[in-house]
């Protein structure tokens, strides 16, 4: 589904960094690792802030426009094709984890947070933002399944080992590329590894 959907010429998510990324991306070091990275617009924003990236994604067809939009762009970013449901972070080598609308089921996300908080250095952060369950009823993107969508319990229960830094539940305008388009409920989190 993903590869037909970035088959389209265009980025379909927009080349522009995620907001809520842009807004806390000075709190970030490297190196970075971001889930389902996509066609590549988060991270080649951080590449551009001169930290070292690795975007991970299942589909190829995305990657390879990520890899288009860092050259275009004179930075490097290392991509990686991958399913989350199977992916082994290494543990203790990322500053950052970042984690922008990747709707996952709960069954990979009970298995991949566990080891995504075991991949973070010590102070190292995780930051998410997702569509939350308030979303459902909505027309602006996002999933169309309760399970895949967020809620703070949903997330916060993942990373047991790590401090809050923020959290919260709000209506906010999305206008990222064309499937992300509108008023939109999101969970945006925040939380640093224990040291
Ligand atoms: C809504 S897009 C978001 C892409 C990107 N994070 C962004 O904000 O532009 C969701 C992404 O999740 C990826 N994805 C979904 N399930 C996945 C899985 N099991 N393993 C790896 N990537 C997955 C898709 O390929 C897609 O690129």
């Not at 001169?50 to 067809?61: A, I, P, Q, R, T």
């Not at 950052?96 to 250095?121: D, G, M, Q």
């Not at 459902?136 to 229960?157: E, V, W, Y």
């Amino acid at each position: 589904m993903w590869n037909e959907r970035y088959a389209a010429k265009e980025y379909i998510y927009g080349t522009e960094p995620n907001t809520f990324l842009a807004e806390n991306a000075g709190m970030l070091h490297g190196p970075v690792l971001s889930l389902a990275e996509g066609e590549g617009r988060n991270s080649v924003y951080l590449a551009s802030l001169g930290l070292k990236v690795l975007g991970v994604d299942s589909s190829e067809v995305g990657l390879a426009k990520a890899q288009a939009l860092a050259q275009s762009k004179g930075v490097e970013i290392q991509t990686l094709v991958a399913d989350l449901a199977e992916f082994e972070p290494e543990p203790g080598a990322y500053g950052a984890v970042i984690s922008i609308f990747a709707h996952l089921p709960s069954v990979i996300r009970n298995r991949l947070y566990p080891l995504v908080e075991r991949s973070l250095k010590p102070g190292g952060l995780i930051l998410l933002e997702a569509y939350s369950e308030d979303q459902l009823g909505r027309d602006t993107g996002g999933p169309k399944d309760l399970d895949l969508l967020m809620t703070p319990a949903k997330i916060t229960q993942g990373f047991p080992n790590c401090e809050p830094v923020l959290l919260r539940e709000q209506v906010r305008e999305v206008r990222e590329g064309s499937y992300h388009t509108g008023e939109a409920a999101v969970v945006q989190f925040i939380r640093r590894k224990k040291i």
